[in-house]
């Protein structure tokens, strides 16, 4: 089943504290990105990757690190969390045709 | 830069009711667009896409026509169900330099009541 896995799903930190938010995708794209969501905001692109080793910054990178070592992988990494970082977080692969699959997300709350 | 408005919502309808969930955009060039679902809990699903001007997108009843002459892409579906209670997002993408980046509204809560 094609498929892109995040982790965790939920997330209680306190500020400061580094975390890393896993991604997944099973069906070989090249293309991966995370969002964050807001209300009211809709969601707004941090960072995406077009390849191996190839990342940049969307529209709200401020805050966070990415990597993308493996073509299956893109860990999101937020190295001193703050509470302006609490949000609905997704992740994302692209396919043909400018369509992308998103994951379940990833609720942060940073206290 | 590039956006998207979609109709305020919370939207709430009888079963068997007419939907229109109203969109427009602003793009240079020649965008493509989408609408997203996301059921409770769960991440988004496309629902429908088109490419050019012109073209409808269907799924699941659910219809959607792009319109370059008024730049909206209006979503439709002709009788409703419990079952698409969820949030629905208008969005498009204009590729750039290999960025497939995708430009959301703000969404609209569909609630669907028997």
């Known amino acids: 089943e094609a498929q892109v896995t995040q982790n965790p799903r939920y997330l209680i930190t306190v500020t400061g504290k580094k975390l890393t938010v896993t991604c997944s995708q099973n069906m070989n794209h090249e293309y991966m990105s995370w969002y964050r969501q807001d209300p009211g905001l809709g969601l707004r692109q941090i960072y995406y990757?077009?390849?191996?080793?190839?990342?940049d910054k969307g529209d709200v990178p401020e805050g966070y690190k990415v990597s993308r070592k493996e073509k299956r992988n893109f860990p999101l990494i937020l190295e001193s969390p703050s509470p302006n970082q609490t949000s609905l977080y997704f992740c994302?692969?692209?396919?043909?045709?400018?369509?992308?699959?998103f994951g379940a997300g990833t609720r942060l709350s940073v206290l | 830069g590039d956006s998207v408005t979609q109709m305020e919502g919370p939207v709430t309808l009888s079963e068997e009711a007419f939907l229109t969930i109203n969109c427009t955009y602003t793009?240079?060039?020649?965008?493509?667009l989408f609408w997203y679902v996301q059921y409770p809990g769960e991440g988004l699903q496309l629902l429908l896409k088109a490419t050019k001007a012109d073209d409808k997108g269907s799924n699941k009843g659910f219809e959607a026509t792009y319109r370059k002459e008024t730049t909206s892409f209006h979503l439709e579906k002709g009788s409703v169900q419990v079952s698409d209670s969820a949030v629905y997002f208008c969005a498009l993408s204009r590729s750039n330099f290999g960025n497939e980046k995708l430009t959301f509204g703000t969404g609209t809560r569909l609630t669907i009541i028997p």
């Open positions: 994302a692969s692209g396919g043909d045709w400018n369509i992308q699959y």
């Open positions: 990757s077009m390849n191996v080793e190839v990342t």
């Open positions: 793009a240079t060039g020649y965008p493509s």
